[in-house]
């Protein structure tokens, strides 16, 4: 089993910056991909970005060279630096987790608002 706890959202003006965490409790954090998604109300939920057993990262389009994605296998945390800021980031920003073998992404984390403001 893995829990996803993720941190660091909170209310920026539109421009700012921001840097989510997601910490996993579970021994094998360096064997799993890892990605962040967001759910904006009355949307569906997107992926922003990922990272492959390869650490090969992939990112939304809309991201646009704004977020950063990394991991600490060290520490087990995955972190999105967000830069850059829009009003149309305001979501909630979920981790997730998935094994090799998966077909998708099977643990999640709680979530953790994002506020954009113009």
């Known amino acids: 089993q893995v829990q996803l706890v993720e941190s660091g959202g909170g209310s920026v003006q539109s421009g700012g910056s921001l840097t989510l965490s997601c910490v996993a409790s579970t021994s094998s954090f360096s064997s799993l991909i890892m990605a962040w998604f967001r759910q904006a109300p009355g949307k569906e939920r997107e992926e922003v970005a990922s990272i492959d057993l390869n650490r090969k990262i992939t990112y939304a389009d809309f991201v646009r060279g704004r977020f950063t994605l990394s991991r600490d296998d060290a520490v087990k945390i995955l972190y999105l630096h967000m830069s850059g800021l829009e009003p149309a980031d305001t979501a909630v920003y979920y981790c997730?987790?998935?094994?090799?073998?998966?077909?998708?992404?099977?643990?999640w984390g709680q979530g953790t608002q994002v506020t954009v403001s113009s």
């Open positions: 997730a987790a998935m094994r090799v073998w998966s077909t998708g992404y099977t643990y």
